[in-house]
């Protein structure tokens, strides 16, 4: 994440943050090592093979997967600099295939066991890490400016300064997790877990709806990094969300009119309770639509605590209403908590994008037909 503006902006030799993102994986990998040691070790070694039937070739597959996913992700974000906005998508979607490709020979051959399926998931993460690196080391040095950016800080440094910016960012994801967690966890806690489950369809089913305006959301880490032109900048974001409000409100319209003969179908209408907890979704998930676009103009400004910011008061209004709804409501009061904390959410980060760009509230949130063309 924290790559993609100074690459954007010439500040940093493509080069040079290749160099740091590779010393990165490095230290991850050691890591790794250093934990598959640990693991190693008799005492953890036996309640790992004991209860969860690993053995030294589980070990290194998972130690590789974890460091395909890093360098997948880091690769993902070099390509998305260089205008590949979709190739981390493709990526992803062949890697996906080729896995269900493989485990489909498997169980048809009678070879399929935890071993096997764990291999081949990183099998097939790894050489998708691999070909996106290729990819990246093909593109990315062709994009040195003609004028070459100033030194910097060394390959350490940068490595530092990448670590600092990403972890402010992604800790607006872990936040996130959390709300979902601490939602489920005070469910469990006072309804049991037939409730929780009733909240995770209900959960699932609505933020389905965010995969609209997550679709656009790597156009504007990539829009907004480029700093040359403000105006047309802050313009390309303010049309992404208002498409992004009008195309999750329209998509919630047909789900929650659908809701009920859909989860009808689901396990013969097991799952018909979780209906008014959809419904009580449905307006947070709407209006924090603006806020998962520009989630993504914060990072390409190279302002991820204006995401952690946001995330952070989401959670704590999230919590304080589910303490005071859960308890008489079970997963609606869960539900209508977290719409709540959505909404507050998204509000403060169209707040601050308004502060920062001067945009007019109409301009944010009232969609126009000019939106829809090319």
């Not at 503006?5 to 493509?14: C, D, M, S, T, Y």
């Not at 080069?15 to 890591?31: I, S, T």
């Not at 032109?229 to 998509?251: E, I």
């Not at 009119?257 to 179908?265: C, E, I, N, Q, Y």
């Amino acid at each position: 994440l924290a790559a993609v503006p100074p690459l954007r902006r010439g500040e940093v030799a493509p080069r040079r943050m290749l160099a740091a993102q590779y010393l990165w994986l490095l230290a991850v990998a050691a890591v790794l090592v250093a934990a598959a040691v640990a693991a190693r070790q008799p005492e953890p070694w036996r309640e790992l093979s004991a209860r969860l039937g690993w053995g030294t070739t589980t070990l290194a597959a998972a130690a590789v997967t974890i460091l395909a996913l890093v360098a997948f992700e880091v690769h993902t974000y070099d390509l998305l600099v260089a205008g590949r906005l979709v190739a981390g998508t493709l990526a992803g979607a062949l890697r996906a295939t080729a896995h269900l490709a493989i485990l489909a020979v498997l169980a048809a051959g009678g070879w399929l066991n935890l071993a096997a399926a764990i291999v081949s998931f990183a099998a097939v993460h790894a050489a998708a890490a691999i070909v996106l690196g290729v990819a990246a080391w093909r593109i990315l040095p062709r994009m040195e400016q003609p004028v070459a950016p100033p030194q910097g800080p060394s390959t350490v440094r940068l490595v530092g300064r990448c670590l600092r910016l990403g972890w402010i960012g992604q800790l607006s994801a872990v936040m996130y997790l959390l709300l979902l967690r601490a939602n489920q966890g005070f469910l469990e806690y006072g309804h049991g877990a037939a409730a929780v489950g009733i909240f995770s369809v209900a959960v699932w089913a609505g933020e389905m709806l965010w995969l609209l305006p997550e679709a656009i959301n790597p156009l504007l880490i990539h829009s907004s990094a480029d700093d040359r032109d403000p105006a047309a900048r802050d313009a390309v974001a303010a049309r992404a969300t208002r498409l992004a409000l009008v195309l999750t409100a329209a998509g919630a319209l047909i789900l929650g009119v659908g809701a009920r003969p859909l989860f009808s179908l689901l396990l013969s209408g097991a799952y018909l309770d979780a209906v008014p907890a959809l419904l009580a979704l449905l307006p947070g998930t709407i209006l924090f639509a603006p806020g998962v676009v520009l989630a993504g103009d914060f990072i390409g400004r190279g302002q991820p605590a204006w995401n952690t910011q946001a995330s952070v008061l989401t959670v704590a209004v999230n919590v304080a209403l589910c303490v005071a709804w859960i308890p008489p409501h079970g997963a609606v009061g869960a539900a209508w908590a977290s719409s709540i904390a959505y909404g507050l959410g998204s509000f403060v980060m169209l707040a601050r994008f308004r502060r920062a760009t001067g945009t007019p509230w109409r301009d944010l949130l009232v969609a126009r037909a000019s939106d829809f063309r090319r």
